[in-house]
Structure formats: structure tokens, C-alpha cells
């Protein structure tokens, strides 16, 4: 399992943000050294690069950084280009890797979308609130996604 971040990317949204924004980011696999405008590193922040094969089942791709007093309502992911073989991945967070979306199909063109209360429980029917600095997490469930192309989104607010 590695975890891989975007390179220079900062909070998904600003510490005074208005009302509601939509967090949106189209993934572009495979993600390559400049390529695309999207570079990654590890936790240290060093620059690395995806292998051959592409990400591996339980690799983690940090997709929005949110900090405290964030709230998302809702979220979802619509695949563009298929990977061509069966590849999953879970849409959630450091507490709960799939919390918004479990086990969305990549081969499959479509969207998939979701209120928070669906996999973080009825207590979160209101959305769920990021006490402290989080990020929101790709989780891919199955080896060599290297070629899918999707767009990923969070409905939240900065509240406090």
C-alpha cells in the first residue's frame, strides 16, 4: 500500500469560504511525473511516480485536503473513460475509507453519487463535520488501475 498526494496542492477550500463550494478534480490515470498539471509525492513530500501497472489495491490517492470546521454533504464520482478490466475503488476519508461511496465500478462509464448519511450513519444525516485538518481519499481496491479517467466532487462549506 503507498499513499500518494498531489503535489503544492493546499486546502480544497479557503479557511473564510462563503457559503457552499463543490470540491470537483478530474483524475486522469496514469498520473505521471508533470503530466496533466498533476504531480504527486509521498507524505515527506517528495516527488514519486506511479509504476507501470498503475495504482495497486489499498494504495491511497489524497484527493482534497479539507480543513477543520469543513462540512460535506454529499459526494460523487462519474467515470469519463473506462479502466478495461475490472477496477474498483472506495471514495471516504483517514476514519473511514469508504464513508461516501464503496466499490465504484471504473469500467463502467456512469456516476455514482451519494448523501453522507449512507455510509457514515444516520447520525451524519446532516453531512459530516471535520473537527480537525483531513483529507478526502481514493482508496482503489483492485491492482492496476492505470488507465481510468474520472471525475471526483464533495459538496461542503466551511461552518466554523
Not at 450513519?121 to 491492482?143: A, C, E, P, Q, R
Not at 488501475?145 to 461542503?156: M, Y
Amino acid at each position: 500500500m503507498s499513499n500518494y498526494n498531489f503535489k503544492n496542492d493546499g486546502y480544497a477550500l479557503p479557511y473564510e469560504a462563503p457559503g457552499f463550494v463543490i470540491l470537483k478534480k478530474r483524475i486522469n490515470i496514469p498520473i505521471t511525473n508533470q503530466s496533466k498539471g498533476q504531480e504527486l509525492v509521498d507524505d515527506n513530500g517528495n516527488v514519486i511516480s506511479l509504476p507501470s501497472t498503475g495504482f495497486a489495491s489499498a494504495d491511497i490517492l489524497r484527493v482534497f485536503k479539507v480543513p477543520a470546521g469543513t462540512l460535506v454533504l454529499q459526494a460523487g464520482i462519474s467515470v469519463v473513460t473506462v479502466e478495461g478490466a475490472v477496477s474498483v475503488c472506495d471514495f471516504g476519508d483517514g476514519s473511514d475509507p469508504n464513508g461516501f461511496l464503496a466499490a465504484v465500478d471504473l469500467n463502467a462509464v456512469g456516476s455514482e453519487i451519494t448523501q453522507v448519511a449512507d455510509g457514515y450513519g444516520s447520525d451524519n444525516v446532516m453531512g459530516v463535520l471535520y473537527t480537525s485538518n483531513d483529507s478526502l481519499d481514493v482508496t482503489f481496491g483492485t491492482d492496476d488501475t492505470e488507465t481510468a479517467v474520472f471525475d471526483i466532487w464533495a459538496l461542503a462549506s466551511k461552518v466554523y
